[in-house]
């Protein structure tokens, strides 16, 4: 097992929803938590990124750092999405080869595998076909993050590997509605549909894709449990290895928003990938398995969202 008490870890991308998650739960390590916000470090840039890794030197790095969004923000921003995400990813793995780093934890996203994956989809499914459009520019770069890990290991002997996490959802999500994912934007807007009476509320799509979520703190519990147990080249999926229609995940949202009007479903806008469930059998194969339901999940995020101040829930501090 490989140890964390005592070492000093850096999160890249600690104040987002994955990287906080991360920064909770490694409390109960006994490790030292480095942090590089935005005024100390542009992870985009090479000179900055080499500064700092020289004067912090962390030994373990979880590189939870990406420009990231929902299905509109991935079409809309692509020049984004590809370039920030390579930048960040080749500048974090190479100075961690460059000042020793012990082991460097990379995540991945499910939209890195084929549009019509076998599913549900095993880690061997990479590259074995073409990618759903609307998100190839963010797959791409975490592909080739994926690929940076293995290259590093292959070459240089690093222990770098990388986990492929579902879609996720939780504390510290995105809330701001056009550019955020399906639970925070749905969330919100079925919740300010509640608050003004509202008759109806629009869903994009026609509420068939599939989709596999996993909570926040459930996945920062499964990474903890990966960099400790796990040390080779295939990137990991770390999922629950369940997923639902569009529809069912909006008639559980309106549940726990309690809205009583209609829902509508506007099928000019992009359902995007029909289905990804992960096949989670290497997780649960190391003794891993997720806590929290879909339902205790929602209801967990909206109770967060709800004590928020208004500006920062709109994205807007
Ligand atoms: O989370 P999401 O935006 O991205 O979910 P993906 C999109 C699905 O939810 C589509 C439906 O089927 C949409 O039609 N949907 C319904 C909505 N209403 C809404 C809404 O108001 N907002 C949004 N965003 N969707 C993401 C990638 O793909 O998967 C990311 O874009 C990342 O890059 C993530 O890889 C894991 O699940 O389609």
Redesign the pocket.
Known sequence: MFELAGKKIWVAGHRGMVGSALMRRLQTENCTLLEAGRQQADLRRQDEVERWMDKNRPDVIFLAAAT???????STRPAE?IYDNLMIEANIINSAYKTGVSKLLFLG???IYPKFAKQPITEDELLAGPL?P??QW??IA?IAGIKLCAAYRRQYGCDFISAQ????YGINDNFTGLM????P??MR?IHEAKLEGASEVV?????T?R?EFLFSEDLADGLVHLIQHYSDEVQVNLGCGDDVT?RELVDLIVEVVGYKGAVTYDSS?????PR?VLDVSIMKNMGWSPKVSLKQGLEETYRWFLAQPHEQVRGLA
Do not use: M, Q
């Open positions: 990231v969004g929902g299905i509109h923000a991935n999405f996203s499910s939209c759903e609307t998100n963010y797959a975490k996490p579902t879609n996720l955020s994912h399906v639970i934007a749905l807007r869903v994009w799509g026609t509420g894709p989709r569009i806008k992009p359902d995007g990938t990804k």
